[in-house]
């Protein structure tokens, strides 16, 4: 069997990763911890270390100015782009085939990059914040006329500066124009959610030539490449992530556990019995273990963990 088929694009990703790390130096005892558990947690992981580290002992026969800008130490975001962009197209078959298929490659060799289960905040140069969420990745692109920010995957909230120039953010649907306002962009599968937190924004999707769509301040949409959804009133939870944490107003317990999923590693499912249970409660998503185990406390359920990253919630009844 080919290696490179015996593990997947996210664990080559979680391996790059993990490479990079050791590269920057020794590793402090809690880092050099949460290396050995995520290299002995799983023969998928042992498998895609081996291969990488097989992947960077090639890079020593590159050529010499290559080589400098890659293998040695990324101490600058360039390096670590480029040796990020070098080492997954080193995974060679089936697993660079999938990082191609699924546009792994442009999150990985992005500006700004939040890891799964984190968070992390910018400033600009124009003066604007950016927050991004869990697994979350942008390029931000300044000239003369315009300022953009192209959200590659996951989720950001922007805090505009004031600049006269136009300030967009693009997302595989379309544009989105920000006022001096405030605006929270997600990228989901096939469509993008927009919530006008402060100010209106507007909206134009790629594969309409209508006017601009306003979004008034209050309000939230998803659209399409061809398709506006009705706006509606923003709800509880409308940028809660950005404080750490997960609001539900009587929200589907299948979809809370889905954005719960969102911030840990591994398999969380709902079977289907429990997914239609209502839930309620301001929840911290600095501890998912603890927000799965306040779950039997509020609702008649059963969380059953049979790794620590496959973990299933049952109904009781």
């Known amino acids: 069997m080919n290696e490179a088929r015996s593990f997947s694009p996210h664990v080559a990703e979680e391996a790059v990763q993990w490479l990079l790390e050791l590269q920057q130096g ?31 002992q090639q890079f020593a026969g590159l050529p010499a100015s290559l080589a400098q800008a890659t293998v040695g130490a ?21 697993t660079t085939l999938a990082l191609r298929q699924q546009h792994w490659l442009p999150p990985l060799v992005a500006d700004y990059r939040s890891p799964l289960g984190q968070r992390r905040q910018l400033q ?47 997302t595989d649907q379309g544009l989105i124009t920000a006022g001096r306002g405030q605006v929270n962009v997600r990228q989901l599968p096939g469509s993008t959610q927009v919530q006008a937190l402060q100010g209106a924004v ?90 799965l185990d306040s779950l039997e406390a509020a609702l008649p359920v059963k969380v059953r963990r049979f790794t620590r990253y496959w973990v299933t919630v049952q109904s009781r009844v």
Not at 74 to 85: D, M
Request: glycine share 10%.
């Open 74 to 94: 990324p101490h600058s975001p360039g390096r670590r782009r480029a040796l990020k962009a070098l080492l997954l197209l080193g995974m060679a078959g089936a």
């Open 124 to 170: 600009l140069d124009d003066g604007s914040r950016i927050h991004l969420n869990t697994t979350s990745a942008v390029d931000v692109r300044f000239d003369a006329g315009r300022r953009l920010i192209h959200l590659l995957e996951g989720e950001i909230m922007l805090t505009a500066g004031a600049d006269a120039r136009p300030l967009l953010i693009g």
């Open 26 to 56: 020794p590793l402090d005892p809690r880092q050099q911890q949460a290396w050995q558990r995520w290299l002995h947690a799983d023969g998928e992981h042992r498998r895609a270390w081996d291969h990488i580290q097989k992947v960077n």
């Open 202 to 291: 507007t909206l134009e999707a790629a594969g309409l030539h209508d006017e601009p769509r306003r979004l008034a301040e209050g309000q939230q949409l998803e659209f399409e490449r061809q398709r506006f959804n009705p706006a509606r009133p923003l709800d509880a939870n409308s940028g809660a992530w950005v404080d750490g944490m997960l609001i539900a107003a009587r929200m589907r317990l299948g979809d809370f556990l889905a954005e719960v999923g969102r911030y840990r590693r591994g398999q969380l499912d709902c079977d289907a019995r429990a997914a239609n249970l209502l839930l309620s409660g301001s929840f911290p998503l600095g501890d998912t273990e603890k927000i």
